[in-house]
């Protein structure tokens, strides 16, 4: 007489399906967390958190009109490549505005420019 062996299922055999459709469903939808946390001193507020929450797929995101991850230069290659571009137009800028200086007056180090050139270089100096 032998007994039939009954093992337990594997982990999560039975519940892994309705785990996957249900974050299926959570980011094709989306959902919203929202809450606030104040700390009040003798009725007087000494702090407010407001925290909010919103877990969705970028697809989902950029329908509700989040795509700030878009412009952010830690987060997007485009971005920072803008980001550098920019950078390396205004200093191109600048050194073409010292070279003009240098070219009026050869010779000179800025030190000895007018004192109008070396005020316009300053203020163009981040």
Do not use: F
């Amino acid at each position: 007489m032998s007994m039939p062996s009954r093992l337990p299922e594997p982990y999560g055999q039975g519940g892994g399906a309705n785990l996957a459709d249900i974050l299926e469903r959570v980011l094709d939808k989306g959902i919203v967390i929202a809450g606030d946390i104040r700390i009040n001193l003798l009725d007087i507020e000494l702090l407010t958190v407001k925290l909010r929450l919103i877990v969705a797929s970028v697809d989902k995101a950029k329908e509700m009109g989040i795509d700030w991850w878009e412009d952010d230069p830690a987060l997007s290659s485009g971005a920072r490549r803008k980001e550098l571009a920019r950078e390396n137009a205004e200093l191109r800028e600048r050194l073409a505005r010292l070279e003009e200086l240098e070219e009026l007056e050869p010779g000179r180090s800025r030190k000895d420019a007018p004192q109008s050139a070396r005020r316009n270089v300053r203020e163009e100096s981040p």
